[in-house]
């Protein structure tokens, strides 16, 4: 019995081949109107999907508003936004006021995360990068 539960799992196993990479990004020194636009970012994560190789099946993305004085002019609050993919999802969330956002990249099959965060580096052109790589699954 044990020799057809080990054949039905090296089976699975084969089946399974969507395995992920999942990019965690800090960026930092990024020019705060830049983080401060919703719908430029969202262009910048949809043309990274694409350039990875990956489907978009939509995308949502909010600018914050808190009415602060202090959050008055090009700047503003920051961002939030999601890419869904077919392969996963790209995500991001910035602070303006500290030049930083947090990127998250997880993709699997064929689309690669790695080539999505060099688009997004090359558009928001940080300062400092600090990135970890998760495989997954």
Do not use: K
């Not at 609050?77 to 890419?83: F, K, L, W």
């Not at 500290?98 to 928001?124: N, S, T």
């Amino acid at each position: 019995m044990s020799e057809v539960l080990e054949r039905t799992a090296q089976a699975a196993r084969a089946r399974h081949t969507t395995r992920g990479r999942h990019v965690l990004a800090d960026l930092d020194g990024i020019a705060p109107a830049l983080l401060a636009d919703a719908a430029r970012l969202e262009g910048v994560l949809v043309a990274a999907a694409v350039a990875a190789g990956a489907q978009v099946l939509g995308a949502h993305f909010h600018r914050f508003d808190d009415g602060s004085p202090a959050h008055d002019g090009p700047a503003g609050n920051g961002v939030t936004g999601v890419v869904m993919l077919s392969e996963s999802h790209i995500s991001i969330h910035t602070w303006p006021e500290v030049g930083y956002a947090a990127l998250d990249v997880f993709m699997c099959g064929a689309a690669d995360p790695r080539i999505a965060l060099a688009h997004v580096r090359e558009a928001l052109a940080p300062a400092d990068a600090r990135v970890t790589l998760v495989e997954r699954g």
